[in-house]
């Protein structure tokens, strides 16, 4: 279908509307392909009209000229209950120039789940009407998933948020720079956030948001607050949440458990950048022996064009904590987990690692791998970090191995040496801050620490190597992600290497005057065993050409689980029976770890 002006009359509108339709299933999306092309061709939406509310909801729009060529559009359309058609509405203001088109509509996972004859197991759930066996994991979670929701009657409205009369009983941290907002329909900039809330799918619906537009500066961080919960029963709680991170400039979103107040607690899952404009469903299992609290942490990118969408949030196993209103602080900062000098009873083999608290086995490679298996994360402690700063002078498990060798070979002083260091701009001497950097990445102040390769020492060519311990395993889509600092009139190199028992290989390498800013780097690792990340300094011919490093980060590191569960709709199965988003097939990846997502027959 396209349009072709037939008048010169303002304001023209083209519409074409669908058929009616009942109702959609919780995993539904339309997808199309649309052409708009022309000198003044202007803008065209997709519009939701359901019946009973006045008010259409804004599904998708192309605003401009997009070039001689079709382009995809796949919306988000969730659950929608009440009967409900669309409207393509094309709009010229005055003069029209160009072509706009539409082909190839399509529904995909739009039906309810088929009746069942038997739903036995622990882990499904046989809906009362429809008769549909679905997914434990999918009740209480504030979607109706079976159709005549059944799945979510007789939940504990404490344990769920909806956003559509306040905040529940989540809270605003007040030891953040500012606050998620609740609203309904689309956030006020063009681009970034969503255009309705997952609850409803249309813009009667509230959610909350993180505004990243002017006052808020890049790394300004918004933190919601769970109620204090414990785990009921088998010690485990799930946690469900849906999240949008939509825009060129999104940065992170982050959930972190605690079990004291005056922490942030251990991270239990994060994720980076755009994901597109859809929300996304995350299900976090959570494992505590004490009262526990949720804590949802949003971070500002460097632009407005990173608002961060947060609805749905319900938790599934766990009960609200009844004792105390607080829980407990601690008095003295604590670095990881205390760790016995003595190992505990046990009745491991050479080939596999004691947890320290419990005695229980597991096996080698499972130690250091970016996923705790102990249920104190011993196995996870003398590891390097996922994310370090370098605040608090931590080093987070990095080393250097030359200065090793050397203090314990010549029992020698290592002062003249070329090494890397801490450092911050607070303690700059004169000179030194035409070529290192006066603010730190992470806190961009002076008082922030950073690590640099310190050339007033050393000779040219000389190297300074900074080293993770060995990392036994990672998944497939693994990368590191730092900042760098390269300026100064006489900057060597920083190169990334790969090291393994017996080869090191270079994943990365930059030379030369880079200019006085931090810069961003991604080096892709996938699926390795076995092996050490080393970043290497190399001197350039004078003392002005510090390299610095900060906030360096191991993101989607921990290797592939086998869920024991079959693979849904939107997944595909390995060889090995893992589990993959099908969006990851034949793109060059290995996200199998056997590669038969990239074999020529799939």
């Not at 009973?52 to 969730?78: D, M």
């Not at 006020?188 to 956030?193: D, L």
């Not at 390097?384 to 203090?407: I, R, T, Y």
């Not at 922030?448 to 900074?466: I, K, V």
């Amino acid at each position: 279908m396209f349009i072709l002006m037939s008048s010169n009359s303002i304001s023209q509108i083209a519409r074409l509307r669908s058929p009616k339709f009942r109702q959609t299933g919780a995993n539904c999306t339309l997808s199309f392909w649309y052409y708009n092309y022309g000198q003044s061709v202007g803008a065209a939406e997709l519009q939701l009209l359901v019946d009973g509310l006045k008010e259409p909801t804004v599904l998708w729009r192309t605003y401009y000229n997009e070039g001689n060529q079709w382009l995809k559009a796949v919306i988000q359309l969730g659950r929608l209950p009440h009967p409900f058609q669309f409207s393509l509405d094309k709009i010229s203001l005055g003069f029209y120039d160009g072509v706009s088109a539409i082909d190839d509509i399509r529904f995909e996972n739009c039906a309810l789940s088929p009746p069942a004859f038997s739903c036995d197991g622990p882990n499904h759930f046989w809906c009362k009407k429809t008769k549909a066996c679905i997914d434990s994991f999918l009740v209480c979670d504030l979607v109706d998933d079976c159709g005549d929701g059944s799945d979510e009657d007789n939940c504990n409205p404490d344990l769920q948020c909806n956003f559509e009369h306040g905040l529940c009983n989540w809270e605003q941290s007040v030891k953040d720079d500012f606050d998620w907002i609740r609203i309904r329909g689309p956030t006020p900039t063009v681009n970034t956030g969503p255009l309705k809330d997952h609850t409803t799918g249309t813009v009667r619906g509230h959610y909350i948001y993180m505004e990243s537009s002017e006052p808020r500066q890049f790394q300004d961080k918004a933190i919601l607050l769970s109620p204090l919960l414990s785990p009921s029963g088998n010690g485990t709680c799930v946690f469900r949440f849906h999240y949008h991170m939509f825009g060129k400039q999104v940065y992170k979103l982050s959930v972190f458990k605690r079990t004291v107040s005056n922490a942030m607690g251990w991270p239990l899952w994060y994720k980076f950048g755009n994901q597109e404009n859809r929300w996304i469903r995350q299900t976090l299992h959570i494992s505590s022996s004490k009262p526990f609290q949720i804590l949802v942490e949003g971070t500002v990118g460097d632009g407005f064009t990173g608002d961060i969408g947060l609805d749905d949030m319900s938790f599934l196993g766990c009960t609200l904590y009844n004792g105390k209103r607080n829980l407990p602080t601690i008095s003295t900062p604590t670095s990881g987990t205390s760790v016995p000098a003595t190992l505990p009873m046990n009745n491991c083999t050479e080939k596999e690692f004691v947890c320290r608290a419990s005695g229980s086995c597991i096996q080698m490679t499972q130690k250091c791998d970016f996923r705790p298996d102990c249920s104190d994360k011993s196995d996870e402690s003398d590891c390097v970090m996922e994310v370090c700063d370098f605040e608090d002078k931590n080093l987070c498990g990095w080393h250097q191995p030359a200065l090793e060798q050397m203090s314990r070979s010549y029992s020698i002083h290592t002062t003249n040496v070329f090494k890397w260091k801490l450092g911050r701009g607070a303690n700059l001497y004169p000179e030194q801050e035409q070529h290192s950097p006066l603010t730190d990445h992470t806190t961009f102040t002076e008082e922030g620490w950073y690590l640099f390769a310190d050339s007033s020492n050393g000779e040219f060519g000389h190297t300074a190597d900074f080293a993770t311990p060995v990392i036994s395993l990672t998944g497939p889509r693994c990368k590191i992600i730092f900042w760098n600092y390269m300026n100064g009139s006489t900057i060597g190199s920083l190169e990334v290497l790969c090291k393994t028992s017996n080869r090191t290989s270079k994943l990365w390498t930059q030379s030369g005057n880079q200019g006085a800013q931090w810069n961003r780097a991604e080096v892709f690792l996938g699926i390795r065993s076995n092996f050490q990340v080393i970043f290497r300094a190399k001197r350039g011919v004078s003392y002005m050409g510090d390299v610095a490093l900060d906030d360096i980060t191991f993101e989607d590191c921990s290797p592939l689980l086998i869920s024991g569960k079959p693979c849904t709709s939107e997944e595909f199965t390995c060889a090995n029976k893992y589990c993959i988003p099908k969006n990851n097939l034949c793109d060059f990846v290995n996200d199998c770890a056997d590669n038969s997502d990239e074999s020529p027959t799939t």
